[in-house]
């Protein structure tokens, strides 16, 4: 019987087998942790080997459909298979914890995400070890997505490798938006809820909305290329700007997507290392939902060069320049809650404050693409590429790098070497500003973005070789967090519950946290609360020895993510791959349904 | 359905009879959408009126069938957010696309080579 | 079994808002399915004008191109009477939820078996009208209409399967010997949400491609 044999024994676990049934969040925060910064190391080689390509004038490390290949999987591994789940490791890891809680909603579904997502991110990567990588970009414009111009496999690992991420965000994403909502301890109010947590909500909201027209424009795509349909053909009577329309309809909220979790994640460490009160919290949460609204409303100013006409054109410009306001009161009320405060600059401090400043230049590159007649001498340039390496590497992964040394002692009851910690931290901050700082001005002088190589004599020579040894900077940053990582991973845990003086309720356990969490669920009086019980004098409840029930572990999400990867290949291989996929993820589903979880 | 009465109702909710009602108001409507859709009135009038109907169609199905009349409010905000912000970006769009039509933008579009279609008429009343 | 405060993983337990999870995790999730079908139609729509411009038929409705009539390939009554049965199909569903409820579980498996056969019969349909589209000629690369309508379709006709097959899994689990469990009810009005969307879906469909002409 299904029952039965779903039912796996409580005791074991260490070992392969209890990673693989794991429904711990903890355990699939770890996961996606591991399983996004590996991938991350592999999106920099990728970046590495284009900097190297350009760092002179004819550059032969790599040809022109290979360097396509390369700067297409660059962005793809560094949005949907770094940077989207580092955050997801996030959230998995501690939005339980913060909103006191034993688990999120559905301990299942959850891992159901991180299979799902590791299938989709080995598909899609896979697509180098066949030669066949996608070469269109990342937005992956018509018509060089058609069979035409790209008939090998390429365009369709990126279909079918994006189809499964967004299958899997949407899960994960369906999953904390409930748990948010639904499973905050006794007292705990929306508006006493942290800003990370704000932010993990509105990102939920976000993911849910958006990914429904990227699956639309993928699976039209799908239609074109393997069924004979002529949605992006304009000699048949389709049009090539619906895919551009459909995907931006995505593409915008996803920015946020990516720069939400190092807001929330700041939000969290500038309080604590400036010892006073988050500044303006309801303006931080409110205007955090204005960009998450105000984003449903500018995807055309990626589109402001395909003839929009004029009307469209300033609707979404003044739209855009207004998401600059609630950016703004942010960037304000972080800068509000250091002022005065007593500020401990420790490696996460570092990053979190140089987040502010490096996001802030890129937000400001931005606010000048609002502008059309600026945006049309800018697009396809370098100025471009800048703008967003500032926003994403400068913004949301120097965010990330602040959340890991902060959290690190909570997560594994150890602390990162601070001295080392600081060097990388230069080495990061040196390495962001020397790879894309030039770039603004070398998009500025017209070298387009996507070239596999450029003539000598326009200028381009020494800011190139520059740029390229800032990323080796940056190289060198991430293989000192490595170093750090794993000389720190041998050491004793020897972090207390709250080594930080943290107000949130995570450090109110045990570093790290035992499998259920909190020994007693606490209750929430105050907006800090941790702060708030230590100056009233109130104690922390003691354990009362009551049975805690967590949810047995489970192998049903590992059987229907097999059965997903199955149908991820189908279009790549055999359109029979479904007859195989298709029982597997049924009987997965009757098995989980009958699973007993009491 | 005459056991029911007997029972402690555990949701709340409408009683099988009322049920059949609303399926019986459902048809009729569809009926007049049928009849709206072969009248042959101005063309605006009849796409406003078939709009109309179908609205009320589904919010009656979403708040009766599907019960949000009698959740918490939470849930009608959620679906009533996520659909009109789908009607937002469709209208949106339409406006985006059928924009270029009128002002002949789109027409440049038609690749070299390829003559510009003839004028087509619909007619308004098309069954 | 003691009830912690915060026992999660199961909906019947208290939460924040006093909302079944698995209930609201189903209200987002229609939510994204809005933006999913607003897609689809929106794709629909953009190109019901350029079809006509551009001359090449099979055509949705009746059009006059160069002073000659071209009929239409949508059949509005046939298509009438399937969405009536799509319609009863809700009404079938309902009482099943009602039956869950009320702990009739005779009601319930007749609703459930009644709107499975309804569900199956509102395929039935569709494949017939793709079928005789086929045979006059439009398929999915013949023009935008047709690219537009059988995909806007077809994934509408793939819900309702997935909700076939979803209703036909507590068809088959009320026949064990615990039934569906105490949480019967949940169960089946929770499948019954999805029901009703994928029927209101095609309230707006029916509006859009087949009623409004031209």
């Known amino acids: 019987m299904a029952t039965v044999a779903g039912t796996l024994a409580h005791q074991a676990n260490t070992g392969v087998w209890s990673w693989i049934t794991t429904v711990d969040h903890k355990r699939i925060g770890v996961l996606y942790g591991v399983t996004a910064f590996t991938f991350f190391c592999w999106g920099g080689v990728q970046a590495l080997i284009i900097r190297t390509q350009l760092a002179v004038p004819y550059g032969n490390v790599v040809d022109a459909g290979t360097y396509n290949g390369l700067f297409t999987m660059h962005a793809l591994t560094m949005i949907f298979l770094a940077i989207m789940p580092l955050g997801a490791s996030f959230f998995n890891f501690l939005t339980p914890l913060m909103i006191g809680a034993r688990d999120v909603a559905f301990p299942r579904l959850n891992a159901l995400s991180y299979w799902t997502f590791l299938a989709g991110g080995l598909v899609l990567s896979s697509s180098f070890l066949f030669g066949q990588p996608p070469r269109g970009g990342w937005f992956n414009y018509a018509p060089l997505s058609s069979t035409q111009y790209a008939p090998d496999l390429g365009i369709d690992f990126y279909v079918v490798g994006l189809l499964t991420l967004g299958v899997s965000s949407l899960m994960a994403a369906l999953n904390f938006a409930v748990t948010i909502l639904n499973l905050r301890a006794p007292g705990l109010t929306m508006m006493r809820l942290p800003v990370f947590i704000w932010m993990t909500l509105i990102i939920s909201f976000l993911l849910i909305l958006a990914l429904p027209p990227l699956t639309v424009a993928l699976i039209q795509l799908l239609f074109d290329r393997q069924f004979g349909t002529h949605f992006f053909n304009a000699a048949e009577g389709g049009d090539p700007i619906l895919w551009q329309h459909l995907f931006w309809v995505f593409g915008h909220p996803e920015v946020y997507i990516l720069i939400l979790p190092a807001m929330g994640i700041v939000s969290e460490v500038l309080p604590v290392f400036s010892r006073k009160p988050l500044f303006g919290y309801p303006a931080i949460v409110f205007s955090g939902i204005a960009i998450a609204f105000l984003g449903w409303a500018v995807w055309s100013h990626h589109m402001f060069t395909t003839g929009m006409g004029a009307v469209p054109r300033t609707i979404f410009a003044a739209n855009t320049m207004i998401i600059g306001i609630p950016t703004g009161i942010k960037i304000f009320n972080w800068l509000g809650t250091m002022y005065g405060g007593s500020i401990r600059f420790n490696v996460s401090m570092s990053y979190a404050v140089s987040f502010i400043a490096l996001f802030t230049i890129g937000g400001i590159s931005g606010v000048m693409h609002a502008s059309p007649p600026v945006d049309t001498q800018h697009q396809d340039t370098y100025f471009v590429v800048a703008h967003l390496h500032y926003v994403l590497v400068g913004g949301a992964m120097t965010g990330i790098f602040s959340g890991i040394y902060y959290w690190f002692p909570k997560m594994t009851g150890r602390f990162l070497d601070e001295k080392l910690g600081m060097v990388q931290f230069w080495l990061w901050f040196i390495g962001v500003n020397m790879t894309f700082f030039p770039m603004h001005y070398l998009g500025l002088i017209g070298m387009p973005r996507r070239i596999y190589t450029y003539d000598p004599g326009l200028n381009f020579e020494f800011w190139n070789m520059f740029e390229t040894i800032g990323s080796f900077v940056l190289a060198a940053s991430v293989l000192a967090f490595l170093w750090n990582f794993f000389t720190t991973m041998r050491k004793e845990p020897t972090a207390p519950n709250n080594p930080w003086g943290a107000p949130t309720l995570e450090w109110a356990t045990t570093s790290p946290p035992p499998e259920h969490d909190f020994d007693v669920i606490p209750t929430v009086r105050a907006r800090d609360p941790l702060w708030y019980d230590r100056d009233h004098g109130i104690e922390a409840p003691q354990p009362t020895g009551e049975h805690i029930h967590l949810p047995p572990p489970s192998y049903y999400p590992i059987l229907i993510a097999t059965g997903i990867l199955l149908l991820t290949v189908a279009p790549l291989t055999h359109l029979a791959m479904t007859v195989l996929a298709v029982p597997i993820i049924v009987y997965g589903i009757w098995g989980w349904a009958l699973e007993p979880t009491e | ?127 | 079994m003691a009830h912690a405060p915060a026992v999660v993983h199961s909906g019947r337990h208290q939460t924040s808002t006093g909302t079944d999870n698995r209930k609201l995790l189903m209200w987002m999730f229609l939510g994204s399915e809005c933006l999913f079908f607003g897609s689809l139609i929106a794709s629909y729509l953009i190109f019901k004008n350029d079809v006509i411009a551009r001359g090449v038929g099979p055509f949705a409705h009746l059009v006059v191109i160069g002073g000659e009539e071209q009929h239409g390939v949508l059949d509005i009554p046939l298509t009438s009477v399937s969405t009536f049965v799509l319609l009863m199909s809700s009404v079938t569903m309902v009482f099943a939820v009602y039956g869950a409820q009320q702990r009739l579980p005779k009601m319930m498996k007749l609703a459930l078996l009644a709107t499975i056969i309804l569900g199956i019969g509102f395929l039935g349909f569709q494949v017939f009208e793709f079928r005789t589209f086929g045979a006059e000629g439009l398929n999915l690369g013949t023009n935008l209409f047709g690219a537009t309508f059988f995909v806007l379709t077809g994934f509408h006709g793939t819900h309702v399967g997935i909700g076939v097959l979803y209703l036909a899994c507590l068809l088959a689990g009320s026949f064990r010997r615990t039934g569906l469990g105490p949480e019967a009810g949940h169960h089946v009005e929770i499948a019954g949400l999805y029901w009703h969307f994928v029927d209101i879906v095609w309230i707006v469909i029916f509006t859009i491609i087949y009623l409004i002409p031209g």
């Open chain 2, 1 to 127: 359905m005459a056991h029911s009465s007997g029972h402690e109702a555990e949701q709340h909710g409408l009683q099988p009879r009322q049920y059949l009602l609303i399926g019986l108001a459902l048809t009729l409507i569809t009926l007049v959408e049928l009849w709206v859709s072969y009248s042959g009135m101005p063309y605006g009038l009849l796409v406003g009126t078939l709009m109309i109907l179908s609205a009320v169609k589904f919010v009656v199905v979403v708040a009766y069938f599907m019960h949000l009349r009698f959740e918490s409010s939470l849930m009608t905000k959620l679906f009533a957010g996520s659909f009109v912000l789908a009607a937002l970006i469709m209208f949106a769009l339409l406006a985006l696309f059928w924009g270029d039509l009128a002002t002949g933008i789109r027409a440049n579009r038609i690749p070299p080579g390829e003559t510009a279609p003839p004028p087509a008429s619909a007619p308004a009343k098309a069954h």
